[in-house]
């Protein structure tokens, strides 16, 4: 049973993460979303009004909050290791968040605009079977590596 105002999105054929989000983002009423993974599960509170309050606030460069998986524990050591940038812990709104190199199609919260506005734009469109990760995520962490990221505040 789904909880009330949920709307199953259901698409023909194998479509692709890409494509399913960008159809799911169509019903969207709200400014943000979560895309939230079907194996991965909310283990404890991570302050979801606080992280809304913070990704409100257009004095700060937070757009996108992924939640925190085994594989990124060690990020600052893995952008410095494997792709020559250096990342840094930040405070937010009482969050500690830290900047990404590449957009993790893993559990986020961002708003639909910006979906919308740097991802899925008419000069990026994506095929059945892209996903956003592999794509977009590919293009951002190598101009970040060639250009720094002051790119992509």
């Not at 792709?83 to 405070?91: F, K, P, S």
């Not at 893993?106 to 079977?129: D, K, M």
Request: glycine share 8%.
């Amino acid at each position: 049973r789904l909880p009330p105002g949920t709307r199953l999105v259901i698409l023909d054929g194998r479509n692709g993460q890409a494509l399913a989000v960008q159809a799911g983002l169509k019903e969207v009423e709200t400014p943000y979303v979560c895309v939230h993974q079907h194996d991965l599960e909310f283990m404890f509170d991570f302050g979801l009004e606080r992280l809304l309050d913070v990704l409100a606030d257009d004095s700060n460069h937070v757009r996108y909050v992924g939640m925190p998986l085994l594989v990124n524990l060690h990020y600052e050591a893995c952008a410095w290791q494997h792709h020559g940038v250096r990342v840094a812990e930040e405070e937010h709104g009482g969050l500690r968040l830290l900047p990404v190199i590449f957009w993790y199609d893993s559990t986020h919260i961002t708003s639909v605009e910006h979906y919308r506005s740097l991802i899925f734009t008419p000069q990026a469109p994506f095929r059945p079977g892209d996903f956003v990760e592999e794509t977009f995520g590919v293009r951002q962490r190598e101009d970040i590596m060639a250009n720094g990221m002051a790119v992509h505040p």
